[in-house]
């Protein structure tokens, strides 16, 4: 039963570039979200996609955008990339609905030169 | 608002000490509360968890109580282990996402 996949593991971009995060939730699941996870900060929410739509949003500025396929996996993408934009991205999954946990990829690492 | 109180770390122990990481929480409603653990160069896992007022969550030798009264849910183990190194963060669960709190490093030592 595979868990939370991402890719890529690593990135390193500049500043101004674009990126595309991909994320595939735990089998069954069907809501997927993203957070944000400064150096040695916990981690702070993007936006959570279910039935291809954004149902929620975070307090995180319109360059990030995501989209979520027909088969539940998820892109999260940012556009004009910061310096302040490095750090681990992190997407979970769940079962819409309820108080059920969400379940945690290993995140990918991007580094903005 | 929404938010999480952790204690600063890092948080040092020799192994079997007592452990106790202070979590407090602000919400509106009724949250559930987690706390998960990430290990060096990886994501989250979850520890364990606590829907309702009094309930107790416990793992691997770890527990936490929710309480109500006192907004906190701290963690704690009995006996530590070096393996048990990691950062620990406390999260609430409202309006379907996770708010964390900023994480206290442990360090075990033999």
């Known amino acids: 039963d595979a868990g939370v996949t991402q890719s890529p593991t690593h990135l390193i971009k500049t500043r101004g570039q674009q990126v595309t995060l991909r994320c595939s939730p735990k089998?069954?699941?069907?809501?997927v979200s993203w957070y944000q996870q400064a150096l040695g900060q916990g981690p702070q929410f993007i936006f959570q996609?279910?039935?291809?739509?954004?149902?929620q949003r975070g307090n995180f500025p319109d360059r990030f955008s995501g989209h979520q396929f027909p088969n539940y996996s998820s892109e999260l993408n940012v556009n004009a990339l910061l310096l302040g934009d490095s750090a681990l991205y992190l997407c979970a999954s769940q079962n819409w609905g309820g108080n059920q946990p969400q379940h945690f990829g290993d995140g990918t690492r991007l580094s903005i030169l | 608002g929404n938010s999480v109180t952790q204690m600063e770390g890092p948080v040092t122990l020799s192994e079997e000490a007592f452990l106790t990481i202070n979590c407090t929480y602000t919400?509106?409603?009724?949250?559930?509360l987690f706390w998960y653990v990430q290990y060096p160069g990886e994501g989250l896992q979850l520890l364990l968890k606590?829907?309702?007022?009094?309930d107790k969550g416990s793992n691997k030798g770890f527990e936490a109580t929710y309480r109500k009264e006192t907004t906190s849910f701290h963690l704690e183990k009995g006996s530590v282990q070096v393996s048990d190194s990691a950062v620990y963060f406390c999260?609430?669960?409202?309006?379907?996402?996770?708010?964390f709190g900023t994480g206290t490093r442990l360090q075990v030592f033999p």
């Open positions: 606590a829907t309702k007022a009094d």
């Open positions: 999260a609430l669960y409202n309006t379907d996402k996770l708010i």
């Open positions: 919400a509106t409603g009724y949250p559930s």
């Open positions: 996609y279910y039935e291809e739509e954004e149902r």
């Open positions: 089998s069954g699941h069907d809501t």
